[in-house]
């Protein structure tokens, strides 16, 4: 071991690899600069966050204004103008029967949230339900209860011992979605189940795992059958990234409890929402204080967060935010086509303004594979950011991503298809 230039311990990095750290000193739409002098196409919007592109005017003006006039509030018992303006712009754009916004500060934290209001809603109801019940290859955060309910394997087996059990139902691969019901359907039946947690459309970080929108209204209309409360984990899904501003919307459903979180500020600012129909707030509601809804950060609807969500759900309402995405969704659908006739990969698929395909790889294919670490050097050469999950190549850019910008993407892609 070295003396290290920086002190810094970066997320899921192994530093005994050294590996480069490219160090970043600015960026405008979908670009990186770098200080070393190189452009970086961010083909991943800097890990799934990123929506209209890097430093949107209108959302860092929001931010620069705010940040004279109140920087941060206690927001138990106290409010202010930046979370109101959210709080109405979600309940007015988002399904009418979500109704109540509890602000959190991350993804992880808005699942967390969803989980306790999920069992504090059965423990208001006297009923003793405690189970929640997850998909195979969810992946909804890194805190130990959203880790509880993810997929376990490398990247958990520390803290196996400290994570909660769940319900669990298979993946619905095609042709195998019978099977994901009807487990779904006996767990249900079981009486314990308090809650299923899905992400819906899409598994993100599990592999870009795409499964239908029948499939999604079939597994909500089994828990409405048993009483059993659906959340909705859209943290990656929302905010058009699937076409639509909620996946959810695909299959004509509205779950009961919403975590939103990624695109919430348009990717420039931490914060996340979870939102709640009537019931589940009013089941927390009561004259008894022992009855509160006890969760809390430090940082809570920070007002300059805020200020950066309410920019851009204001840019949702007033301008063409839905033309740019079906326009960048065909622009994706027809580059993973176009590739597909050049070069052999497995099991292409797009949805919405996410396209991935899996790379014919010879070693195991999982997420230690080091094909991924060999692929993402490979792409950082050219000057494309991308991250692939084990063998799957995925792209994901800011909506406003040139067509110039995505051909270099693709055909980055493509060579690397040839290869490796
Ligand atoms: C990224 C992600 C999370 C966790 O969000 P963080 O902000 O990283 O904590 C949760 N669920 C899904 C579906 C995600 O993609």
Known sequence: ??????????????????????????????????????????????????????????????????????????????????????????????????????????????????LKMALGYWHARGEPRHRIVVMEHSYHGDTIGAMSVGARG??????????????RIPFPAAGAEQDTLDALEALCRGGDAAALIVEPLVLGAGGMLVYGPETLRAMREICASHGVLFIA??????????????????????????????????????????????????AHWSTDRARMFFHSSSYTANPVACAAAAANLAIWREEPVRTGIEDLSRRQAAWLEKLGRFCHFDNPRALGTIAALDVRSRGEGGYLD???????????????????????????????????????????????????
């Open 1 to 114: 071991m070295s003396a290290p230039a920086s002190p810094i311990w970066h997320p899921f990095t192994q530093h005994g690899l050294e590996e480069p750290v490219p160090l970043v000193t600015h960026a405008e739409g979908a670009l990186l600069h770098t200080a070393e002098g190189r452009t970086v196409i961010d083909a991943i919007s800097s890990w799934w966050v990123t929506t209209h592109g890097h430093c949107h005017p209108r959302i860092m003006a929001a931010v620069a204004a705010q940040a004279q006039r109140l920087d941060q509030l206690i927001f138990a018992g106290w409010t202010h103008e930046p979370a109101e303006a959210v709080a109405a712009g979600l309940t007015a754009i988002m399904p009418p029967e979500l109704t109540r916004v509890f602000f959190s500060d991350s993804g992880s934290t808005s699942v967390e949230v969803a």
């Open 154 to 167: 490398v990247f958990n087996r520390p803290y196996e011992p400290l994570l909660f059990d769940v319900g």
């Open 233 to 282: 984990d859209e943290v990656m899904t929302a905010w058009g990234r699937t076409g639509t501003l909620l996946a959810c919307e695909q299959a004509g459903i509205v779950p009961d409890i919403l975590c939103l979180s990624k695109g919430l500020t348009g990717g420039a600012l931490p914060l996340a929402v979870t939102m709640a129909t009537e019931p589940i707030f009013a």
């Open 370 to 420: 080091d094909l991924a670490p060999r692929l993402m050097a490979f792409f950082r050469e050219r000057d494309v950011l991308l991250r692939p999950l084990g063998n799957t190549v995925y792209v994901m850019p800011p909506y406003c991503i040139t067509d110039d910008q995505l051909d270099d993407v693709w055909n980055a892609i493509g060579e690397a298809v040839i290869s490796f």
